[in-house]
Nanobody, 124 residues
Framework: QVQLVESGGGLVQTGGSLRLSCAASGRTFSSYAMGWFRQASGKEREFVAGISWSTLDTYYADSWKGRFTISADNAKKMVYLQMNSLKPEDTAVYYC?????????????????WGQGTQVTVSS
């Protein structure tokens, strides 16, 4: 079993930055990949970025490439999402997820493990 706990969300002004953290525990993660997703009110959950634990290769949805950066610390079993130049449309609940594959996927159904989510609100 895998447990994921997100933190770091909050209220920020337009143009500001936040760093989300995801603490992972449970089964070994050497062959896992991690993803960050977000879900805005009334919208579907969508892929933001992913990272492979073993290679630290990163993957991004085009919409956030350049503003958001995913990283991981294997020793601490932590995954981070650095979000810069935030916009009101970035307001959403952000979720950390783990897939049994070594390569991240943009498909929600490939992630059996999810955190509880952390709210990010960007004020105009």
């Amino acid at each position: 079993q895998v447990q994921l706990v997100e933190s770091g969300g909050g209220l920020v002004q337009t143009g500001g930055s936040l760093r989300l953290s995801c603490a992972a525990s449970g089964r070994t993660f050497s062959s896992y990949a991690m993803g960050w997703f977000r879900q805005a009110s009334g919208k579907e959950r969508e892929f933001v970025a992913g990272i492979s634990w073993s290679t630290l290769d990163t993957y991004y949805a085009d919409s956030w490439k350049g503003r958001f950066t995913i990283s991981a610390d294997n020793a601490k079993k932590m995954v981070y999402l650095q979000m810069n130049s935030l916009k009101p449309e970035d307001t959403a609940v952000y979720y950390c997820a783990a897939t049994g594959s070594s390569i991240p996927s943009y498909r929600i159904r490939h992630y059996p493990y999810w955190g509880q989510g952390t709210q990010v609100t960007v004020s105009s």
